[in-house]
């Protein structure tokens, strides 16, 4: 009896580790979310299993509700609210797909995996274990993806136990010999520490601000030059003359983040810019759900919400090189960087804007998520981040 009253407080406990951990914005730590599976076969109920999946989840996105309120200027509780109805898609699938008898469960979990990893209810899949491939199976591409997923079918049966210590064998070694993915030659990216100014100053002296660090990061043979989400601002023709202008008689590119607006709305985008003209290159798939992607205003004859483009432009050209370029939320849901590696792209670009995390890990974690994803299809990879 005490033991039965014991289980689900030891399963709960595990669940909120197993998401505290994982997505801690370490890296190495990524397999630690993989105890959610075996915790999610152990659950007696369909009620804990949804009790497990919410606590996994909710561990894992523990840093929205800050950094929901630090972008509004508002208290916790819109955070909150934004947290607890991204959660709803994933306990509900976790919750309906349980089952009582173990000889389904692979199966099941499976169809959660999938469901996760997809939209529409992978629009909100964070947090999900497949990330850890990375660092258990570097290097091996589509085949580590398929091992982890056979993994994971393995931890919610009988056999978990021996399939929880391969992964550790697997884990073990890359975690001795660890190195951070390559950065392609020639290119660089750009950390700022601009705040919320970044992308709201629309001044020419902002811009030329920019424009001299841009000068002074492209030496020693580097030619492309990445600014982060939003660096920008709104992209006009006066924009594009003004960056065009400061970048004759060189060869360099520059690559940074900027919004496109018309009367229904808006675009997050990358641009390029060169001696020889600038444009857009990459509109963003998948905006930030409920603060940015609205789609219901639409359906209220309303407009201003960002637009998601969920299976458009994969991979853009820049120079000689195919790049998959990740805009922040893309970072930390698992379609848009798969739909990008079927296209075997050279290099990805991974940039955001995180000023509004400060004190969180969430930058951390769309970080770690960049660089197990490079390090699984072992792709050179250039950060560029504002915090």
């Not at 929901?68 to 509780?77: C, D, R």
């Not at 607890?84 to 469960?105: G, I, M």
């Not at 805009?327 to 000023?355: F, K, R, T």
């Amino acid at each position: 009896m005490r033991h039965d009253r014991l289980q689900p407080v030891l399963l709960f406990t595990a669940a909120i580790a197993a998401g505290a951990i994982g997505w801690s914005g370490y890296v190495l730590l990524l397999p630690v979310a993989l105890v959610f599976p075996v915790v999610w076969s152990r659950a007696r109920g369909r009620s804990m299993a949804a009790l497990v999946s919410a606590g996994y989840f909710l561990a894992a996105s523990r840093g929205l509700p800050q950094g929901v309120a630090a972008f509004y200027s508002s208290n916790l509780w819109p955070g909150l609210l934004l947290r607890l109805c991204a959660s709803v898609s994933f306990v509900a699938v976790h919750t309906v797909l349980w089952t009582k008898r173990p000889d389904r469960r692979p199966v099941r979990y499976l169809l959660a995996a999938a469901l996760m990893a997809v939209p529409p209810m992978g629009i909100t899949g964070w947090a999900h274990p497949l990330t850890a491939a990375g660092v258990l199976f570097p290097g091996w591409g589509w085949q580590g993806l398929m091992a982890i997923t056979a993994g994971l079918m393995g931890l919610v049966t009988r056999m978990w136990p021996a399939v929880a210590i391969a992964f550790t064998g697997f884990w073990l070694w890359p975690a001795a010999n660890w190195t951070d993915p390559t950065l392609p030659e020639g290119w660089q990216g750009v950390d700022l520490q601009m705040g919320s100014s970044l992308g709201r100053d629309t001044s020419i002296q902002r811009h030329r601000d920019l424009i001299a660090t841009v000068r002074d990061r492209a030496s020693g043979g580097i030619r492309s030059v990445v600014l982060p989400e939003s660096a920008l601002g709104f992209w006009t023709p006066t924009i594009e003359r003004l960056w065009v202008n400061a970048l004759q008689g060189t060869d360099m590119a520059v690559i940074g983040g900027a919004a496109t607006i018309d009367a229904t709305g808006y675009d997050n985008v990358l641009v390029t810019l060169s001696a020889n003209g600038g444009g857009v290159l990459y509109r963003e798939r998948m905006p930030v759900p409920g603060s940015m992607w609205q789609p219901w205003r639409s359906w209220l004859g309303k407009s201003d919400g960002a637009r998601a483009h969920f299976f458009a432009n994969p991979t853009v050209a820049i120079g000689d090189h195919q790049v998959a370029p990740l805009i922040c939320y893309e970072q930390l849901v698992v379609w848009p960087i798969l739909q990008s590696m079927l296209h075997d792209p050279d290099l990805i670009l991974a940039l955001g804007n995180g000023w509004w995390t400060k004190a969180t890990s969430i930058v951390a974690i769309q970080r770690a998520s960049a660089i197990a994803w490079a390090k699984l299809f072992a792709k050179p990879l250039v950060l560029s981040f504002n915090t």
